[in-house]
């Protein structure tokens, strides 16, 4: 099974490792989600670019936001959808998807989606604030800490976001985790949350560009 | 004649930095005025407090009869051009257009083809904005600020970059707005382009009108 690179990549570290923070599969976890980042970032830099001339275009500034949010957190379901796909080309190429069932493999995808929009929404809410040139950075950092977090004190293990996204420390593993279903409605509240906030903080900025 | 925009009392401090200094201007519909001052003097905090990208520190803007910031965040019925025209680089400037115009879907295709060709650039053209010269990236800033025929133009240094035939279009083009009963409001560094379109002329320095 470990010989899967869609496994390797997106199923997270398992939690039978004899080390504390068993650093080889975490830096396999941390590699799509770095690719991730990059993209998400290069697209919001991209469109940086032609926002003086776009946002008078939407009328109102709430207007702007919630379209704003949605498009870049659509752009972060595609990015993620096209990784899994890419790594699951190279099982197909290297003859590995034999070890995959469908089953597992739409268990891994949705936890590894779900965990992505949180980012993407997330990566959204903070381009807003002045710290903008530091969230990819931030973020993840965000992942890296609460997982090696959560690996060290077992007792908050299961509230640490650098796991949300790992099948391997869910309630759908073998050896149990997180409870899927409570942190599937946890993250998509954050989502709702990050909608939010930003349009709060929208009405007292003062200077848009 | 009728306002198209009224700057009252306007102020807009940075920090300690007064950038605006209790400015109060009137536009009215169907004229081309000129703002003209040194780099720095508040030209470009002033468009974009008329825009709603900035709010003003005190004071007012009304645009149509609305406030800014109050009754509406940015008035609906303007075309700008703010510092460099910034675009999507991978796009051609067909592309470019028909993303900005699909945010207000008020135009169509030919609308975009013939503000391109309205300032000398083909609309059919595979080149990349990217690869465009900073004429032409001029040519094209202005293409999306008359695009979708606004009735107020808030133009930052519009012939920034253009050749002498460029200058000439797009004073043509100007002209031709004027006469349409379009408000123009442009601030340049050239006193010739000033002389040649302007009805009104107001200058700025550290903030204030002088």
Not at chain 2, 151 to 156: A, E, K, R, S, T
Request: a positive charge; one cysteine or more; charged letters at 20%.
């Amino acid at each position: 099974m470990s010989e899967s690179v869609f496994i390797r990549l997106f199923a997270g570290v398992p939690s039978d490792y004899f080390e504390a923070i068993p650093l080889i599969p975490f830096g396999q976890w941390l590699l799509p989600i770095g690719f991730f980042l990059l993209t998400v970032g290069f697209y919001a830099e991209r469109n940086r670019k032609v926002e003086i001339f776009s946002l008078y275009r939407y009328g109102t500034v709430s207007g702007w936001w919630i379209r704003h949010f949605v498009k870049r957190v659509i752009f972060g379901i595609k990015t993620a959808v096209l990784l899994l796909i890419i790594v699951l080309a190279c099982d197909i190429v290297m003859g590995k998807l034999i070890l995959l069932s469908a089953g597992l493999l739409a268990k891994i995808s949705v936890l590894w989606l779900f965990h992505s929009i949180s980012m993407a929404a997330f990566f959204v809410l903070l381009d807003l604030f002045p710290i903008r040139r530091f969230v990819p950075g931030m973020l993840f950092l965000l992942e890296g800490v609460t997982f090696m977090i959560g690996c060290r004190i077992c007792a908050v293990s299961h509230a640490m976001y650098g796991m949300w996204g790992m099948y391997l420390r869910s309630s759908l593993y073998e050896t149990g985790g997180f409870p899927v279903g409570v942190i599937i409605v946890t993250e998509a509240v954050l989502l709702a949350a990050s909608i939010a906030i930003g349009r709060e903080y929208l009405k007292k900025e003062t200077d848009y560009i | 004649m009728a306002e198209a925009i009224r700057v009252e009392n306007v102020t807009k401090r940075f920090g300690e930095v007064v950038a605006l200094d209790r400015i109060n201007i009137s536009f009215e519909k169907g004229k081309i005025y000129g703002i003209i001052g040194r780099n720095g003097s508040g030209k470009t905090v002033l468009f974009k407090t008329m825009i709603g990208y900035l709010k003003p520190t005190g004071g007012r803007v009304v645009v149509g009869g609305k406030e800014i910031g109050k009754d509406i965040d940015f008035a609906d019925n303007m075309g700008i051009i703010i510092e460099n025209p910034g675009f999507l680089s991978r796009y051609t400037g067909y592309k470019n257009l028909e993303y900005l115009a699909s945010i207000r879907k008020l135009i169509g295709r030919e609308q975009i083809r013939e503000s391109m060709e309205r300032v000398g650039l083909d609309p059919d053209s595979r080149k990349k904005v990217g690869k465009y010269s900073l004429g032409m990236r001029q040519r094209l800033g202005i293409a999306q600020a008359i695009m979708e025929n606004p009735d107020i133009l808030i133009l930052d240094e519009p012939m920034n970059g253009l050749d002498n035939q460029g200058v000439n279009d797009v004073r043509d083009i100007l002209l031709g707005l004027k006469k349409e009963g379009k408000t123009v409001i442009l601030a340049s560094h050239n006193k010739e382009d000033i002389e040649v379109l302007c009805d009104t002329v107001y200058e700025m320095e550290h903030g204030r009108l002088v």
